[in-house]
């Protein structure tokens, strides 16, 4: 059964509850994310990933390019690979949170934004795509569940770094 984005990133809201600020911003290693440099990025790219479906949803353009073949094989298993992936964004220097409010405000706005894409996927009879910088083009839809496939592939490492810290997972 397939988890929505909503869920997915419910997820992530439910195991914020659990940390204290001092959890958030401690790094298991020297080359290591803190779990608040997780949540800046996991709000940072989920923005950016419903931004592109919304895009997708209002053009017809690049409506013939394609993802690549790779990319069709993580669309089809409907999850990324459970390994560490070495992206342009994911580097060392990721903020660290401003503070855990600030993080429960960000995901209660990404909530809303999420909400608002599934109402315009629902409804758009465009078929855009915009270019992912290794996945090649996705459309609305892909976007949308690449978003979903993202927030889980997090979740090995939210539970990396927990057991490193001895924190106890929600």
């Given at each position: 059964m397939e988890?929505?984005?909503?869920?997915?990133?419910?997820?992530?809201?439910?195991?914020?509850?659990?940390?204290?600020f001092n959890q958030l911003t401690q790094r298991p290693g020297v080359n290591q994310w803190s779990l608040g440099q997780v949540y800046t990025h996991?709000?940072?790219?989920?923005?950016?990933?419903?931004?592109?479906?919304?895009?997708?949803?209002?053009?017809?353009?690049h409506?013939?390019?394609h993802m690549t073949a790779r990319t069709r094989q993580l669309f089809e298993n409907d999850k990324?690979?459970?390994?560490?992936?070495?992206?342009?964004?994911n580097t060392l220097d990721?903020?660290?949170?401003?503070?855990?409010?600030?993080?429960?405000?960000?995901?209660?706005i990404l909530s809303g934004k999420i909400n608002a894409t599934k109402i315009l996927l629902t409804?758009?009879?465009?078929?855009?795509?915009?270019?992912?910088?290794?996945?090649?083009?996705?459309?609305?839809?892909?976007?949308y569940k690449f978003a979903r496939m993202h927030l889980?592939?997090?979740?090995?490492?939210?539970s990396r770094i927990e057991a490193a810290l001895n924190l106890t997972a929600f």
């Open positions: 988890t929505d984005l909503s869920l997915a990133l419910e997820l992530w809201r439910e195991a914020l509850i659990g940390y204290d996991l709000i940072s790219e989920t923005n950016f990933f419903l931004e592109q479906s919304n895009i997708c949803a209002c053009t017809n353009d409506a013939a390019e990324l690979p459970d390994q560490r992936l070495k992206t342009p964004t990721q903020p660290q949170p401003v503070s855990k409010q600030k993080l429960e405000q960000e995901l209660e409804s758009s009879p465009c078929k855009g795509k915009t270019p992912h910088p290794g996945l090649g083009y996705l459309n609305a839809n892909e976007w889980l592939h997090h979740l090995l490492q939210k």
